[in-house]
């Protein structure tokens, strides 16, 4: 592997138009082992990024003390960390954006070229199918052979920790990017979200196969995406650099996800309908499913094989993402038993979680479900699945961001739930009492629903009614998942597991 230097970082910059001018760069190469924007992560030989709303000269000069050899900052910033650091080499840039997830890609080494990669978009399904590929990946061997990225957790063969961002900035992302080249992890499989892919952090990454789950509305608000276009177009960019692709034939906008996929070498469609939809044949596609209380199965047909698959999780909508997880597989060349190995021992944590009374008459979900897709998908696949409960949902919406959550989901919620009950999810700087009252007044008429604002407080009282009731009863925790904090007023508040308080709730009766 080359050695990169700064010399080389401040030419790749210049090609690229990004360059306004290099500061103090020494006579003799100096070598650049990494780079990062996080100065905790900061070791001898990496350039340190300097960008953010959040960021404090302090952190530069925690940074430096680390071991950084340079650093990369916009114009705005570069007079006053020059003062603060006189003489320390520096990159100033017109986009430090962009400019960093180029850097970054060139100081780790471009680690992708040593490793498989996999990248998941879609509005829903992008978790659940990442673990269900790297279960597949896994599938046989000893040792965990493929590293996931994504919403739910974080693993690269040195680190292990709860995700933060679906897809972390590039600094970090091409950090566990080579992590798992240096633990001799031979696959990568992550989830992409449109926010990554419309301010840079994934530039440059090569991806094997690239998955188009689904779109719908999400994330349209001036955090996010300002229209849906821009977040639909946001999607479609995963195509630009991957090798081949998958595509479900269910989507929205079908057409328009196969003109962008026709940059691939190869595409692979799915369906979870049957061979055919829409005058399009599928390449993967399935029949003869069966889902009930805990469990789902279908034959599958590939180009390959045809065999039943099992899953250990509820959803007719997983069947869909097995299928995508199928997809991505068959063009990595994997074969049935691996891949029906693979399937028949996947979990994923904080979807589709079942927990039992001990009479089997109250049953307790946790799923990440968070958006209209997934309510949409989620809540008539509990109604078929658990046929004569009674539904009782709980769930909230975030603050400051897709505000449209607050509008949609009661209205979808209520065409399956008899009872909503609004409460804490991600407020951010807006109060929950604010959130909860904006869902209660979206709320059909007619339909009952409560608010409690305290989360724990809220699926207790869900569970309390459900065994208070006559018959059978499903409460469905929402939205939160297996994420271990909340978004409130500028930081991260540690919060219980949904999973953990829906437990305790059930331990009480």
């Known amino acids: 592997m080359d050695t990169t230097t700064l010399t080389s970082l401040a030419a790749a910059l210049e090609s690229e138009g990004l360059l306004v001018r290099a500061h103090a760069l020494p006579a003799d190469p100096l070598p650049v082992c990494g780079a990062d924007s996080d100065s905790r992560f900061v070791r001898p030989g990496h350039l340190f990024v300097c960008k953010g709303a959040a960021f404090r000269p302090a952190y530069l000069a925690s940074a430096l003390e680390s071991g950084a050899v340079a650093y990369l900052t916009g114009e705005e910033r570069a007079d006053e960390l020059a003062r603060l650091a006189p003489g320390m080499p520096a990159l100033v840039a017109s986009d430090v954006r962009r400019a960093m997830a180029l850097v970054a890609l060139e100081a780790w080494g471009h680690p992708d070229r040593d490793l498989t990669c996999v990248g998941i978009t879609g509005t829903k399904g992008k978790s659940t199918t990442s673990y269900m590929l790297r279960s597949i990946l896994d599938a046989g061997s000893p040792e965990p052979r493929c590293a996931i990225v994504g919403s739910i957790e974080t693993f690269d063969g040195v680190e292990r920790a709860e995700s933060i961002n679906t897809t972390p900035e590039a600094c970090d992302l091409w950090r566990h990017v080579a992590n798992a080249r240096d633990s001799h992890l031979p696959d990568l499989v992550m989830e992409v979200s449109s926010q990554a892919l419309k301010y840079d952090r994934v530039v440059g990454l090569h991806l094997d196969v690239a998955a188009f789950l689904n779109i719908g509305r999400d994330h349209i608000s001036p955090l996010e995406h300002p229209t849906w276009e821009d977040y639909f177009s946001s999607k479609l960019r995963i195509f630009r650099q991957a090798r081949t692709a998958v595509v479900n034939l269910a989507t929205d906008h079908l057409d328009r996800v196969l003109e962008a996929a026709a940059s691939c070498e190869r595409t692979l469609l799915f369906s979870a309908t049957g061979p055919e939809v829409a005058g399009r044949r599928a390449d993967v596609w399935c029949d003869e499913v069966e889902s009930g209380l805990g469990r ?47 399937l028949a021992r996947v979990s994923v944590p904080g979807r589709m979680e079942l927990v039992w009374s001990d009479d089997r008459r109250v049953v307790g979900i946790v799923d990440f479900a968070h958006n209209a897709m997934a309510f949409s998908k989620f809540g008539p696949s509990v109604r078929e699945e658990f046929p004569g409960y009674r539904v009782i949902s709980v769930f909230g919406a975030t603050g400051d961001k897709a505000v449209e959550r607050r509008r949609e989901l009661p209205v979808e919620a209520a065409r399956w739930s008899d009872l909503l009950v609004f409460t804490k999810d991600d407020p951010g700087h807006e109060r929950v009492e604010d959130i909860c009252r904006e869902m209660a007044e979206a709320t059909p008429a007619g339909t009952p629903h409560e608010t409690v604002c305290d989360r724990a407080e809220a699926i207790q009282h869900a569970v309390d009614l459900a065994f208070a009731g006559t018959g059978p009863c499903v409460v469905c925790v929402l939205a939160r998942g297996t994420e271990g904090y909340q978004h409130e007023m500028g930081g991260l508040t540690p919060a219980p597991l949904d999973m953990d308080l829906l437990r305790a709730a059930m331990a009480r009766h």
């Open 296 to 342: 789902s199965s279908f034959v599958a047909h590939t180009p390959s094989w045809e065999a039943r698959v099992e899953l250990p999780m509820p959803g007719l909508f997983n069947v869909e993402n097995a299928l995508a997880a199928i997809c991505a597989a068959e063009l990595l060349g994997a074969g049935r038993d691996q891949v029906l190995a693979g």
